[in-house]
Every structure is written in C-alpha cells, then in structure tokens.
C-alpha cells in the first residue's frame, strides 16, 4: 500500500491558466522520488499542494489512504510531511538549535526544553552538524550547513514524509553529493519517503523513481 498518492491532480493559476492536468504519481516509503521538468511546469506549484498549502482544483491527494482536504491542515503540516523550503525559511538569529527546537515546539510535542535540545543536537549531528556548531546562529553557518539544519528542523517531529524544493540549488557539488547521500539515508535507513523538486540532473539520478512534468500545450 502506497503512502502518498496524486489521482488526476488539476491545477489552474489565478489567470485561468492551467499548469497542471491529470497528475497520477505514486510514493512508497523507503524511497527517494524526484520531480522534475523546465521552469513553469508546475514543480514547485505540485509541492505546495502536496505539504497542504493550497488545494487542488480537482483531483486528490491522498495520504494514508485519506483525502488531505480532509484533513486538519495544521497538524498534517507538523506531524506527517515535513517540508525543506528552497529559502529554508530559517530564522537567521536564531541558533542551528534553536531553529530545530522552535519546529518541535510548533509542533507541540510533548517533551521538556532538555530532552528537545538533546533531541535537536542528535538529528543535527546526523546531518553532519558538530554540537559546536550547533550553538552558532544559523547566519555565521555557510549554505551548505544551513541545508542541513533546515533538513534537520524537517526531521524534528519524525514526519514519515520528506518534501524539498531544490535543496541543493545554490551548492557546489561537493555539498551536492553530501545532501543527497543525506536523503539517500533517510529513505534506506529511516524509511522514510523523500520526495525532491530539483533542476539538478546528479540528484535526479540518485532517486529511485523520476517524474517529468511537462508544459501543458
């Protein structure tokens, strides 16, 4: 049984115009998906929709065997996906640590300040982050490592899915191979389902399964 699952997804922009029609994808957990295709074909349009931040105009998504129209937004945003934005969306004052705490707090998981800051320490080291630099504010971190600390604050409240848009967008190819061996593990040692929008033809050939969007003509 398929975690996730797009049945005959439709989308139109504001202008009427249509950028997605009849997307059927599938997503297994232990799994590393890519989606791809030229600007303008809807990829990161698809991850919003996918992370619940809007609706389709027909179509459903399904996780778990369940509409996500159906269910409660919010909890499903900070409980079951966890989304890599390609702005990280990191608050830069903030330490590697405190960024990785705040999300647990957002997502109201019942453990106290101690065990939160351990926890967050552990999925940082994970991703390749020393506790030393744990402690600098996300702004004194280079590109690189504020990708994994935006992959770890994903990681926080253990989703079963992993949504990224370009995660290695702005990185050389050195960070490239170290984030995408990052997802590789995720997916064949956490088991969890990674799902990436990228441009990148290396971290597409890493994943199990690519889907090509196309221009609508």
């Not at 997605?20 to 698809?46: C, H, P």
């Not at 989304?83 to 960024?99: G, T, W």
């Not at 939160?116 to 600098?136: D, P, Q, T, Y």
């Amino acid at each position: 049984m398929s975690i996730f699952k797009l049945e005959n997804v439709c989308y139109n922009y504001e202008n009427g115009k249509e950028v997605l029609k009849n997307i059927n994808y599938v997503f297994d957990k232990s799994r590393m998906y890519a989606i791809t295709g030229k600007s303008g074909t809807g990829k990161t349009t698809l991850l919003s929709l996918m992370s619940g931040l809007d609706n389709p105009k027909s179509g459903k998504i399904i996780y778990n065997e369940k509409d996500i129209s159906n269910l409660d937004k919010d909890f499903y945003r900070s409980h079951n996906i966890g989304v890599v934005f390609q702005s990280l969306n990191l608050l830069p004052y903030l330490s590697a640590i405190e960024n990785v705490m705040l999300s647990m707090d957002v997502a109201n998981l019942k453990i106290n300040n101690y065990e939160k800051n351990k926890k967050a320490i552990s999925l940082l080291k994970e991703v390749g982050i020393s506790e030393e630099k744990s402690n600098r504010r996300v702004l004194k971190l280079s590109g690189g490592e504020q990708q994994r600390v935006a992959i770890a604050r994903a990681l926080s409240y253990d989703p079963e899915i992993i949504l990224a848009d370009e995660p290695t967008g702005n990185l050389d190819s050195q960070n490239e191979e170290q984030i995408i061996k990052i997802f590789k593990e995720l997916a064949y040692i956490k088991n969890k389902c990674i799902i990436i929008v990228t441009h990148s033809k290396s971290l597409a050939n890493s994943a199990d399964y690519i889907y090509n969007l196309q221009n609508i003509k």
